[in-house]
């Protein structure tokens, strides 16, 4: 056999050890780093060449051992047990090596080729320990190197040897001697698994048989076929594997104490920084003050440190959606560029900076450690609430995106945890359901915005936590498993890397932007600008004595105005004929500036009229411009009024129907297509005034829009995650169901009793 | 001999062993992978009356609940 020159190397170690960290500083990605357990969810592959060798590396999740426990577990245990990389590389964190070297014991075990990254020396060496490399390499007959992986320290010493070993052959003589009574055992397992050919190939005996002592569910599962599956549980029940198990694991501790005392000499542990921060922020009584002050102060910043940057981008696609509009010919071109790529798109991006800065934030709460704390901090009050303490990260996370968060959940071992935290997690306001707030707050709330949107997200915790319980007392009982989880020291981060995470996060909703949203802007328009007759065009025309025109628009002239159903206006004028409307009573023959007109209201008179109206003309005819073909018309107009039957008790008009359809693919896209359809588009200030122009909407109703938007649905890109991480089509369905369901009932009981109370 | 007690119960800032751990056998092998082996030495950090524990075991900081808590059985060293 020829030297290799493609060799696949698997990173794996205990979580918080620097496996990404080291990943970066091989492959040179920018992939992030987070400072908490269950950073590397799934395994990530980078491609690099070292001294003409061809390298694949694979960054694993986070274990502390090859049985598995959780998802991201599985994960790494099956990439090294089942795929074989030629050498694995273990990570062992130099200022905690006792515990480290227990994985190692089962590498060397399953006779993988490994080499030893002995990370973070400098944190250990700072503290006074003394590691000898020699010594330990030579007990382990493992390669050690010394890396310092944040700095890409010793790096390419370690890949040189990784290169090194991947021309050995794989080798089993470094074992662990389990004492008589167990060796016999295991002797006895392997005579009978040896008759098994098919398994031979796959793994070493003494591992297989060692792995059925240990009750291991995956080897359980791969002898259910096997010839001597009989044979080999009839031993089994012989034996006390409980008690075997209990030995052999002292056994690896006795093999890691009699190494270790050799070569290490520890230096002095006193109270670390990491501790004394700790007695502050997870005090009994300061714990949970802090981290209320913590987020508020995010939530804060994400609003008032953003209003500057909003105003500039406003006013770069208000410039852009004017230039458009009136530059761009023909005229549908024009409105295309101007109100739907310009108005759609741009609208969304207005609050770029408030996405940015609320993963700022979050990035700088998980990268310091704190993230994990806040699960401790608040551990009892989510058991209480029916959730497992593991699941304050994917819920605190989900205010960034709901879709990281809901991968983190890979970290919680029990499955019905994990269930309901993935369940109740699209109810946590996203950073895309930020903007709808904020543009429909902004236009109904004036000064109490903040406090509304602050309400909007608290009510999403409550809803989740209530959904928690709801499902802990019916379709899930039970009480949360205890849970154990690692608590990583304080880091500060580097504002470089800090803003490097940000951009990461953040750029997927620019990305969002250019492309899905792009898209169903255009989308979005067409329906708005089209219906079965083709491109509704703004006209400008005569009519001709005796013409019945409908439309929406300005008219001058003389004739007989009848406000369209839905519509309103206003006339000034001389009024030809005594009328009584609900503005008062006007006289024929006099001249009125303004005179309000609300829905089927007639009026005859001479003058302009401005608004959505059925216009007959007199004897002279008149002029008119504007859409005769109203938005009312379009494609658009018929999506949003197929489900008025369904939303009308909730308030709802047809745009905004419209506007939630399509806001499925993504919720910013809500605002967008309100945006579109409220005609402006581009000019955050000018959509809000043809809001509150649209008598339907009020307060009251912009208020059940936004907890509507909050609930309905789990985005598009949502859906397909929750349906990968529950592997169930009945959970998807149930979660997409259950929001849709509850959004109704609860907007329902809002707009009618707030209706009732007169509102 | 030093009395032998739950975790949950153990005081504040005193070198504890463990002597035992007293749940299924899934659960106790993980406890032991993390390091929590029999003659481990941890020390209770942080004890939140009657919510989690954050524990010191060698140089690791573990958060550890009030049910878990309970079934890490340990003396005083």
Same mark, same amino acid.
């Given at each position: 056999?020829?030297?290799?020159?493609?060799?696949?190397? !698997?990173?794996?170690?205990?979580?918080?050890?620097?496996?990404?960290?080291?990943?970066?500083?091989?492959?040179?990605?920018?992939?992030?780093?987070?400072?908490?357990?269950?950073?590397?969810?799934?395994?990530?592959?980078?491609?690099?060449?070292?001294?003409?060798?061809?390298?694949?590396?694979?960054?694993?999740?986070?274990?502390?051992?090859?049985?598995?426990?959780?998802?991201?577990?599985?994960?790494?245990?099956?990439?090294?047990?089942?795929?074989?990389?030629?050498?694995?590389?273990?990570?062992?964190?130099?200022?905690?090596?006792?515990?480290?070297?227990?994985?190692? $014991?089962?590498?060397?075990?399953?006779?993988?080729?490994?080499?030893?990254?002995?990370?973070?020396?400098?944190?250990?060496?700072?503290?006074?320990?003394?590691?000898?490399?020699?010594?330990?390499?030579?007990?382990?007959?493992?390669?050690?190197?010394?890396?310092?992986?944040?700095?890409?320290?010793?790096?390419?010493?370690?890949?040189?040897?990784?290169?090194?070993? !991947?021309?050995?052959?794989?080798?089993?003589?470094?074992?662990?001697?389990?004492?008589?009574?167990?060796?016999?055992?295991?002797?006895?397992?392997?005579?009978?698994?040896?008759?098994?050919?098919?398994?031979?190939?796959?793994?070493?005996?003494?591992?297989?048989?060692?792995?059925?002592?240990?009750?291991?569910?995956? *080897?359980?599962?791969?002898?259910?076929?096997?010839?001597?599956?009989?044979?080999?549980?009839?031993?089994?029940?012989?034996?006390?594997?409980?008690?075997?198990?209990?030995?052999?694991?002292?056994?690896?501790?006795?093999?890691?104490?009699?190494?270790?005392?050799?070569?290490?000499?520890?230096?002095?542990?006193?109270?670390?920084?990491?501790?004394?921060?700790?007695?502050?922020?997870?005090?009994?009584?300061?714990? *949970?003050?802090?981290?209320?002050?913590?987020?508020?102060? !995010?939530?804060?910043?994400?609003?008032?440190?953003?209003?500057?940057?909003?105003?500039?981008?406003?006013?770069?696609?208000?410039?852009?959606?004017?230039?458009?509009?009136?530059?761009?010919?023909?005229?549908?071109?024009?409105?295309?560029?101007?109100?739907?790529?310009?108005?759609?798109?741009?609208?969304?991006?207005?609050? @770029?900076?408030?996405?940015?800065?609320?993963?700022?934030?979050?990035?700088?709460?998980?990268?310091?450690?704190?993230?994990?704390?806040?699960?401790?901090?608040?551990?009892?009050?989510?058991?209480?609430?029916?959730?497992?303490?593991?699941?304050?990260?994917?819920?605190?996370?989900?205010?960034?995106?709901?879709?990281?968060?809901?991968?983190?959940?890979?970290?919680?071992?029990?499955?019905?945890?994990?269930? *309901?935290?993935?369940?109740?997690?699209?109810?946590?306001?996203?950073?895309?359901?930020?903007?709808?707030?904020?543009?429909?707050?902004?236009?109904?709330?004036?000064?109490?915005?903040?406090?509304?949107?602050?309400?909007?997200?608290?009510?999403?915790?409550?809803?989740?936590?209530?959904?928690?319980?709801?499902?802990?007392?019916?379709?899930?009982?039970?009480?949360?498993?205890?849970?154990?989880?690692?608590?990583?020291?304080?880091?500060?981060? $580097?504002?470089?890397?800090?803003?490097?995470?940000?951009?990461?996060?953040?750029?997927?909703? &620019?990305?969002?932007?250019?492309?899905?949203?792009?898209?169903?802007?255009?989308?979005?328009?067409?329906?708005?600008?089209?219906?079965?007759?083709?491109?509704?065009?703004?006209?400008?025309?005569?009519?001709?004595?005796?013409?019945?025109?409908?439309?929406?628009?300005?008219?001058?002239?003389?004739?007989?105005?009848?406000?369209?159903?839905?519509?309103?206006?206003?006339?000034?004028?001389?009024?030809?004929?005594?009328?009584?409307?609900?503005?008062? $009573?006007?006289?024929?023959?006099?001249?009125?500036?303004?005179?309000?007109?609300?829905?089927?209201?007639?009026?005859?008179?001479?003058?302009?009229?401005?608004?959505?109206?059925?216009?007959?003309?007199?004897?002279?005819?008149?002029?008119?411009?504007?859409?005769?073909?109203?938005?009312?018309?379009?494609?658009?107009?018929?999506?949003?009024?197929?489900?008025?039957?369904?939303?009308?008790?909730?308030?709802?008009?047809?745009?905004?129907?419209? !506007?939630?359809?399509?806001?499925?693919?993504?919720?910013?896209?809500?605002?967008?297509?309100?945006?579109?359809?409220?005609?402006?588009?581009?000019?955050?200030?000018?959509?809000?005034?043809?809001?509150?122009?649209?008598?339907?909407?009020?307060?009251?109703?912009?208020?059940?829009?936004?907890?509507?938007? &909050? @609930?309905?649905?789990?985005?598009?890109?949502?859906?397909?995650?929750?349906?990968?991480?529950?592997?169930?089509?009945?959970?998807?369905?149930?979660?997409?169901?259950?929001?849709?369901?509850?959004?109704?009932?609860?907007?329902?009981?809002?707009?009618?009793?707030?209706?009732?109370?007169?509102? | 001999?030093?009395?032998?007690?739950?975790?949950?119960?153990?005081?504040?800032?005193?070198?504890? #062993?463990?002597?035992?751990?007293?749940?299924? =056998?899934?659960?106790? #092998?993980?406890?032991?992978?993390?390091?929590?082996?029999? =003659?481990?030495?941890?020390?209770?950090?942080?004890?939140?009356? =009657?919510?989690?524990?954050?524990?010191?075991?060698?140089?690791? #900081?573990?958060?550890?609940? =009030?049910?878990?808590?309970?079934?890490?059985?340990?003396?005083?060293?």
């Amino acid at each position: 056999m020829g030297a290799k020159n493609h060799i696949t190397v !698997a990173l794996a170690g205990n979580p918080n050890a620097g496996k990404t960290s080291l990943f970066n500083a091989i492959t040179g990605s920018r992939q992030h780093v987070g400072n908490w357990p269950g950073v590397t969810v799934e395994k990530k592959v980078g491609k690099y060449t070292h001294k003409g060798i061809e390298i694949e590396v694979v960054d694993l999740p986070g274990t502390y051992s090859l049985t598995a426990y959780s998802i991201d577990e599985i994960v790494a245990r099956d990439y090294i047990v089942e795929e074989r990389p030629d050498v694995v590389v273990h990570i062992v964190d130099a200022s905690n090596l006792e515990r480290n070297l227990y994985l190692t $014991t089962q590498l060397m075990e399953l006779g993988t080729r490994v080499v030893i990254a002995l990370n973070m020396v400098d944190i250990a060496e700072k503290r006074g320990d003394v590691i000898d490399i020699e010594k330990m390499a030579g007990f382990l007959e493992i390669p050690v190197v010394r890396t310092i992986a944040n700095i890409g320290y010793g790096v390419t010493t370690l890949m040189d040897e990784v290169v090194k070993e !991947a021309q050995k052959p794989e080798h089993h003589e470094h074992e662990i001697g389990y004492g008589k009574e167990i060796e016999k055992a295991l002797v006895k397992l392997e005579s009978i698994i040896k008759r098994d050919t098919h398994l031979v190939g796959i793994y070493p005996l003494r591992w297989i048989a060692v792995k059925l002592i240990e009750d291991d569910e995956n *080897i359980k599962e791969r002898i259910e076929f096997s010839p001597v599956r009989e044979e080999i549980e009839e031993f089994l029940a012989e034996i006390d594997t409980i008690d075997f198990e209990a030995r052999m694991a002292d056994k690896r501790y006795e093999a890691i104490n009699a190494v270790l005392p050799q070569v290490l000499k520890k230096g002095e542990v006193g109270m670390t920084t990491s501790d004394m921060i700790d007695r502050v922020l997870t005090n009994k009584y300061l714990g *949970i003050p802090i981290f209320l002050i913590l987020m508020w102060g !995010a939530f804060e910043l994400t609003f008032t440190f953003a209003t500057p940057f909003m105003d500039i981008i406003d006013l770069v696609f208000g410039h852009l959606s004017g230039w458009a509009n009136e530059n761009i010919e023909p005229a549908w071109l024009g409105s295309l560029i101007g109100d739907g790529i310009f108005g759609g798109v741009g609208f969304v991006l207005i609050f @770029l900076p408030n996405i940015f800065i609320l993963f700022l934030m979050l990035s700088f709460l998980e990268d310091s450690g704190y993230m994990a704390r806040a699960a401790f901090i608040m551990d009892k009050l989510m058991y209480n609430l029916g959730l497992h303490g593991k699941s304050f990260i994917p819920l605190l996370m989900g205010f960034g995106c709901n879709i990281p968060a809901i991968m983190a959940t890979r970290t919680i071992e029990d499955e019905k945890d994990r269930l *309901i935290t993935i369940l109740v997690n699209p109810f946590i306001s996203c950073g895309a359901r930020l903007p709808v707030y904020l543009l429909l707050a902004g236009a109904f709330f004036g000064g109490q915005a903040a406090t509304v949107i602050f309400f909007i997200y608290i009510f999403g915790i409550v809803v989740a936590v209530g959904s928690a319980k709801l499902f802990r007392s019916t379709i899930l009982p039970g009480k949360p498993a205890p849970f154990i989880m690692e608590l990583p020291p304080y880091r500060l981060p $580097t504002l470089r890397t800090t803003v490097i995470h940000m951009w990461e996060r953040g750029s997927m909703y &620019l990305r969002k932007a250019g492309t899905i949203i792009f898209v169903f802007a255009i989308v979005i328009w067409s329906l708005s600008a089209f219906n079965g007759d083709g491109y509704i065009e703004e006209t400008e025309k005569d009519i001709d004595e005796g013409e019945l025109l409908v439309g929406d628009g300005a008219f001058e002239g003389k004739g007989r105005f009848t406000v369209l159903e839905d519509g309103e206006g206003t006339f000034t004028g001389t009024v030809l004929e005594t009328v009584e409307l609900k503005s008062g $009573t006007y006289e024929k023959d006099r001249y009125y500036e303004g005179i309000e007109l609300m829905e089927e209201e007639e009026l005859h008179g001479d003058g302009t009229f401005e608004g959505e109206c059925e216009f007959l003309s007199d004897e002279d005819g008149g002029r008119y411009i504007g859409e005769d073909f109203t938005v009312e018309e379009s494609f658009a107009a018929d999506i949003g009024h197929g489900f008025g039957p369904i939303t009308s008790p909730l308030g709802f008009t047809w745009k905004m129907n419209t !506007a939630l359809v399509f806001g499925f693919v993504a919720k910013e896209v809500v605002v967008g297509s309100l945006g579109v359809l409220y005609g402006v588009g581009e000019d955050e200030d000018r959509v809000s005034d043809s809001m509150e122009d649209d008598k339907d909407f009020s307060p009251l109703v912009a208020f059940c829009l936004m907890l509507f938007t &909050l @609930l309905y649905l789990p985005c598009l890109a949502t859906v397909p995650v929750i349906y990968k991480e529950t592997g169930s089509v009945k959970w998807t369905g149930f979660s997409v169901g259950y929001g849709l369901v509850l959004a109704w009932l609860l907007a329902f009981v809002v707009y009618q009793v707030g209706s009732l109370m007169g509102y | 001999m030093a009395p032998v007690m739950p975790l949950q119960m153990a005081p504040e800032g005193k070198e504890l #062993r463990v002597t035992s751990i007293n749940a299924g =056998r899934g659960l106790t #092998r993980r406890l032991i992978e993390m390091g929590f082996n029999e =003659r481990a030495l941890v020390k209770v950090l942080n004890s939140h009356g =009657r919510g989690a524990l954050i524990v010191q075991l060698n140089d690791a #900081r573990f958060a550890i609940s =009030r049910g878990m808590a309970m079934k890490i059985m340990v003396d005083v060293a």
